[in-house]
């Protein structure tokens, strides 16, 4: 082996934070591909979702997070302790905030644990398309006194600006090691997970009040056909009470098309092919409150 040949380095960096702060946002926007499911309600990743960015000689794992909130109920408890486990064993810990919101409870509370840990951390500062740069050296001030940031990057992760730069300030935090992932790998979950991950966000975004925190996706079946250019996806669409199947079913079924239809665009987009989406809907009552039925849609350490 050569002597001046450049060393490789490679490290896991988790992304923590409040619910809603752009976690899930920020990792699409760093692979430059929808792998995670975003939308504007809080609690909208339920498990840690790897994502792998190259460096011309380095690779850099990134873990999002599910939203670090005060957790009522099974399902919630397993991923406020997803998000926290993600913090040990990681060579950096990237630590989101919003920039126009002002430091609170649920911050602190994060920020706590952090207290407790060793791993540098750097603290972003998203969705500065909503702030004056007056607000943003505030929020600086407020949150260098309360903790000692390796560093400090305000960005945009819907928009993208800062985040170059970001990705620049990372590097130098990972440690020498291994190539882990094949270059042209973007994440380690299975498409069936990330299939019924965009059914799931469809609901997210197209219903309201409890109904989108009582659904789960499961994929059933998955029929490639190469020679028809077409993959046959079977998903079921697990609700814990009838009257949120009624909603979700719409009038004359009308509702659920519509998840299905804009679920098949994204899916069509993640898989390369042309894609026949089946949906099916049926009601668990209080699923979300039973062992098995966690375990089974992949909500369970066990
Ligand atoms: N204006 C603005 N909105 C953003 C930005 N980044 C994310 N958002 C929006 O913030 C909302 C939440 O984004 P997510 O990426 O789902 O947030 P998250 O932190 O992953 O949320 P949880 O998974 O629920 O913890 C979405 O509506 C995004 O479009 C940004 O830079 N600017
Ligand atoms: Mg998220």
């Given at each position: 082996?050569?002597?001046?040949?450049?060393?490789?380095?490679?490290?896991?960096i988790?992304?923590?934070?409040?619910?809603?702060?752009?976690?899930?946002?920020?990792?699409?926007?760093?692979?430059?591909?929808?792998?995670?499911i975003?939308?504007?309600?809080?609690?909208t990743t339920r498990?840690r979702i790897?994502?792998i960015?190259?460096?011309?000689?380095?690779q850099a794992?990134?873990?999002?997070?599910?939203?670090?909130?005060?957790?009522?109920?099974?399902?919630?408890?397993?991923?406020?302790?997803?998000?926290?486990?993600a913090?040990?064993?990681?060579?950096?810990?990237?630590?989101?905030?919003?920039?126009d919101?002002?430091p609170?409870?649920?911050d602190?509370?994060?920020?706590?644990l952090?207290d407790?840990?060793?791993v540098?951390?750097?603290l972003i500062?998203?969705?500065?398309?909503?702030?004056?740069?007056p607000?943003?050296?505030k929020?600086?001030?407020?949150?260098?006194?309360?903790?000692d940031f390796?560093?400090?990057?305000?960005l945009?992760?819907?928009?993208?600006d800062?985040?170059?730069?970001?990705?620049?300030a990372?590097?130098?935090?990972?440690?020498?090691?291994?190539?882990?992932y094949?270059?042209d790998?973007?994440?380690?979950?299975?498409?069936?997970?990330?299939?019924?991950?965009?059914?799931?966000?469809?609901?997210m975004r197209r219903?309201?009040?409890?109904i989108?925190?009582g659904?789960g996706?499961q994929?059933e079946?998955?029929e490639?056909?190469?020679?028809k250019?077409?993959?046959?996806?079977?998903a079921?669409?697990?609700?814990?009470?009838?009257?949120?199947?009624?909603?979700i079913?719409g009038?004359?079924?009308?509702?659920?098309k519509t998840?299905?239809?804009?679920?098949r665009?994204?899916?069509?987009?993640?898989?390369?092919?042309?894609?026949?989406?089946?949906?099916?809907v049926r009601v668990?009552?209080?699923?979300s409150?039973?062992?098995?039925?966690?375990?089974?849609?992949?909500?369970?350490?066990?």
């Amino acid at each position: 082996m050569s002597t001046n040949k450049q060393k490789f380095s490679s490290g896991f960096i988790a992304i923590i934070g409040r619910p809603n702060v752009g976690k899930s946002t920020l990792l699409n926007r760093i692979l430059g591909q929808k792998i995670a499911i975003t939308s504007n309600k809080p609690q909208t990743t339920r498990n840690r979702i790897l994502g792998i960015y190259n460096f011309p000689n380095g690779q850099a794992l990134f873990v999002d997070t599910p939203g670090i909130h005060k957790a009522k109920g099974k399902l919630n408890r397993f991923m406020v302790d997803q998000a926290v486990g993600a913090c040990s064993d990681v060579d950096l810990i990237l630590f989101l905030i919003e920039a126009d919101d002002s430091p609170g409870g649920g911050d602190e509370y994060i920020l706590q644990l952090l207290d407790k840990s060793s791993v540098p951390v750097f603290l972003i500062i998203n969705k500065i398309d909503l702030v004056k740069p007056p607000r943003l050296l505030k929020l600086i001030q407020q949150y260098s006194e309360r903790f000692d940031f390796a560093q400090v990057i305000p960005l945009s992760a819907k928009g993208g600006d800062g985040v170059p730069q970001m990705l620049q300030a990372i590097e130098p935090y990972l440690p020498e090691g291994p190539q882990y992932y094949p270059d042209d790998m973007l994440t380690d979950q299975p498409e069936r997970f990330i299939v019924a991950e965009l059914v799931r966000e469809k609901i997210m975004r197209r219903t309201s009040e409890e109904i989108p925190y009582g659904v789960g996706v499961q994929v059933e079946s998955f029929e490639e056909k190469p020679e028809k250019d077409l993959v046959v996806i079977q998903a079921l669409i697990h609700v814990e009470r009838d009257s949120h199947k009624k909603i979700i079913v719409g009038k004359g079924g009308q509702m659920v098309k519509t998840i299905g239809q804009e679920a098949r665009k994204d899916i069509e987009r993640l898989l390369g092919t042309r894609v026949f989406l089946e949906l099916f809907v049926r009601v668990d009552k209080d699923w979300s409150q039973n062992e098995r039925m966690l375990r089974e849609l992949g909500y369970s350490k066990k």
